[in-house]
């Protein structure tokens, strides 16, 4: 099986911009899961879907979204980007909630100038 | 919120050598993950091992969840091994996962 696609791999916006990030899930796996890395504050959780609902959002501000489609696919968007935005995303999936495996993709490098 | 943390954050090693990682978290937990994080970035999913012992080649884990704390051996380091290696646990009915602060691991030759 193919693994987790990310799109675009690396992406440079200017502060204000907005910018939509793309994740593939592992065919088959409904769960997909959104993260932030940053040197200062390490791997946070941005949020999860399931069957194309949000199942639980982490401690971002209103500025984050995402969605996720009825092939499971999901989005994350940030608007009005900051400086501080500027960080590695990663998407993971799995099959189901809470006790199974989780398959991370290689994530999408922001740099918010 | 549940607390993980590892030690040691920074190790280096020659070629050859062992070593023993180390996950402590705050709570009892549904799931633990290891991972290896490789210099592009990339999360590779380790282990699967909320308790028990598990092997695969020169890796082994083991987790006691009753004293919780988990371990991961690297046996044999090459320098392919160098990068981060994050624990990452998992608690509640969703898919949020809490990852600790790494061990940066470096093997030379």
């Known amino acids: 099986k193919a693994g987790v696609t990310q799109t675009p791999r690396y992406l440079i916006k200017t502060r204000g911009q907005q910018v939509t990030l793309s994740c593939s899930p592992i065919s088959g796996h409904r769960s997909v899961s959104w993260y932030q890395q940053t040197p200062g504050q390490g791997l946070q959780f941005l949020f999860e879907?399931?069957?194309?609902?949000?199942?639980n959002k982490g401690n971002f501000p209103g500025r984050f979204s995402g969605r996720q489609f009825s092939n499971s696919r999901s989005e994350m968007n940030v608007s009005t980007l900051e400086l501080g935005d500027s960080a590695l995303y990663l998407c993971a999936s799995s099959y189901r909630l809470a006790r199974d495996t989780q398959y991370f993709g290689p994530g999408t490098r922001l740099t918010v100038l | 919120g549940i607390q993980v943390e590892q030690s040691p954050p920074d190790l280096i090693l020659q070629e050859g050598a062992n070593s023993t990682l180390r996950c402590n978290f705050s709570d009892s937990v549904n799931n633990l993950q290891w991972f290896h994080q490789n210099p592009w970035g990339q999360l590779i999913n380790l282990f699967y091992i909320p308790s028990g012992t598990k092997q695969n080649g020169r890796l082994s884990a083991t987790t006691v969840a009753t004293e919780r704390y988990s371990l991961l051996y690297i046996s044999s380091s090459q320098t392919t091994d160098s990068g981060v290696y994050f624990c990452?646990?998992?608690?509640?009915?969703?898919?949020?996962?809490?990852f600790g602060t790494g061990t940066q691991l470096k093997v030379e030759l």
């Open positions: 879907y399931f069957s194309e609902t949000q199942r």
């Open positions: 990452a646990v998992l608690t509640g009915g969703g898919n949020k996962l809490t």
